[in-house]
């Protein structure tokens, strides 16, 4: 099935494809968000991404929510399958890149250069029209493009790797990056891996979650670590929420970590206010990224 049934709050399903007479909620649905996108329902979050081992923050990804007017804030796994399904996800996306570069420009301009990632559906990678629209924006935006990178699934890569390839060679030209998000999950031929025009690995959450306990989860990341060194990219790590795995990345030499054990996903304002707090000197003269922990 293409959709996954949504629960929305206190166990109502938002909505549930494989439901009979679903033909009116969807529709009812598909209304919502168009008005959405058109009052500004949708916001972003940014979690951070941290460098290791010397634990500065270089960047944060962009994370989607919808604030809803009554059912409060949802979360993506709440709306993007119906956005991609319903036509809507051409001008979300947009939104969602045009939001994070002016993001990016606006943090950079007050001395905090964060890279600033966001995610791109199937869909949207495999429109021949994406690079023209994403390299306008970020010049639109004055961004440097190498402070913009884009998180590609597996799964949107391999449904047409050619175009993928040629779509993301576009970019790259340019300067933008460009990483495999949920790598370890899905499947992915490493044939294709070696030609394609990334800048990084993103690791599965399911293989580093269980990495201490798990004598295989551990080898494969360790693997996929030097993987991505001998192909030259870099390796990250997701959903890292403990102290104690953190370190053992770093120990395995995985270069970036993202996660709970870090900071959670956040409102813009917020995020500021968590980088000052974190280390008051952050920022200061040089101008460089660097934040010591
Ligand atoms: P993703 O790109 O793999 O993002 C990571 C997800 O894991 C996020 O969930 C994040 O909040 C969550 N996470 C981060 N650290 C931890 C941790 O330590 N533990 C656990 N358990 N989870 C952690 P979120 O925000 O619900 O997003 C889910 C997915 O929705 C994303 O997975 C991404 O594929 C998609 N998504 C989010 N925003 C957008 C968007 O603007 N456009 C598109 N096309 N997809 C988006
Ligand atoms: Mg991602
Ligand atoms: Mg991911
Ligand atoms: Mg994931």
Redesign the pocket.
Known sequence: AMYEAKRGHKGTMLYDENRDGHTVDRLQLVGELRRALDRGEFV??Y?PKMALPDRSIYGV?????WQHPSRGLL???EF?PL??SSGL?QP??KW?VRTAARQAAAWREAGMPLKVA????TR?LLSPALPATVLSIVSGADLPPSLLEL?I?ETALMTNPDLAARVLAQLRARGVEVSI??FGAGYTSLAFLRVLPITAL?I??SLV?GMLENACDRAVTEAVVDLGHRLGLRVIA????TEQLLDALADLGCDRA?????A??MPPAELERWLNDENASEWSGTGSTARQR
């Open positions: 972003l979050h979690q990804e962009a994370l989607a929510r979360p993506p796994g993007l956005l991609e996800i979300f996306s969602v966001v995610n791109l559906s949207s998180e699934t998000d949920d993103k599965d959450r979650s997701e959903g890292v929420e993202q996660g709970y054990a870090i959670r996903p």
